[in-house]
């Protein structure tokens, strides 16, 4: 069976400064890995995946994460936050096998962005 | 050109009413998913289909019946509603054999009052 966990349901950071989100994942086969973004009254967006590749993923708006296989995390980083980026953010992960049929998601972040 | 659409956005209904919600996506994928978002923003899994065919149904209610009358669309059907259905929806696609993410819909925000 495979979980996510996201730690803190709300993160608060200056602009400018460090944005650092916690994932840690839980599977018995290797995974891939997302990170979505929802804007109020939104879909969800996609950030970075990790598909098995570069274990150093870079996305869209300046954000990138890190796969680390011995810590099951895949924190997400930005490092200058600005205030275009208070949203909800969520951590996903499915099997990295043929057949991927669920996503499963973290219970997101949501994050503020202070003046 | 929207990728994955869902229609309506915003649905207000009455307890003990029929409702569908209708999705569509033009990406080609083989892929389908119904999401339930509740009010604390928490994703849960309802339905997934591959190729027309039901794989995930993950102990929904009966009130709910997905029906996916090709790849392109799966839609949302639901018997008699309850307080408890209120949430938003999300429609998703992708390709389920690859290594992919999954592309979701605006949402449907149902309210049942």
């Known amino acids: 069976a495979q979980s996510v966990t996201q730690l803190g349901s709300h993160v608060s950071v200056s602009e400018g400064a460090l944005v650092l989100l916690r994932c840690n994942y839980s599977?018995?086969?290797?995974?891939?890995l997302f990170w979505y973004v929802q804007y109020p009254n939104q879909g969800l967006q996609l950030l970075l995946k990790?598909?098995?590749?570069?274990?150093l993923v870079k996305g869209i708006n300046g954000f990138e994460a890190e796969f680390k296989k011995s810590e099951t995390s895949f924190h997400l980083t930005k490092p200058s936050a600005h205030m275009s980026d208070a949203a909800e953010y969520f951590c996903?992960?499915?099997?990295?096998?043929?057949?991927?049929?669920?996503?499963?998601f973290g219970t997101g972040t949501r994050l503020k962005v202070l003046a | 050109d929207t990728a994955v659409s869902q229609t309506p956005k915003y649905l207000v209904t009455q307890m003990g009413n029929d409702k569908s919600i209708k999705c569509e996506q033009n990406?080609?994928?083989?892929?389908m998913y119904w999401y339930k978002q509740d009010s604390k923003k928490f994703l849960k899994i309802m339905f997934s289909y591959n190729n027309k065919e039901l794989i995930i149904n993950e102990t929904v209610p009966n009130r709910f019946s997905p029906k996916s009358p090709d790849k392109a669309h799966l839609n949302l059907h639901i018997n008699s509603l309850e307080l408890g259905d209120s949430a938003v929806y999300f429609c998703a696609s992708s390709q389920g054999t690859g290594s992919g993410e999954a592309f979701f819909g605006q949402g449907t925000r149902l309210t049942v009052v």
């Open positions: 990790y598909t098995s590749a570069a274990t």
């Open positions: 990406l080609g994928h083989d892929t």
């Open positions: 599977s018995s086969v290797p995974p891939y």
């Open positions: 996903a992960v499915t099997p990295g096998t043929s057949g991927t049929y669920k996503y499963i």
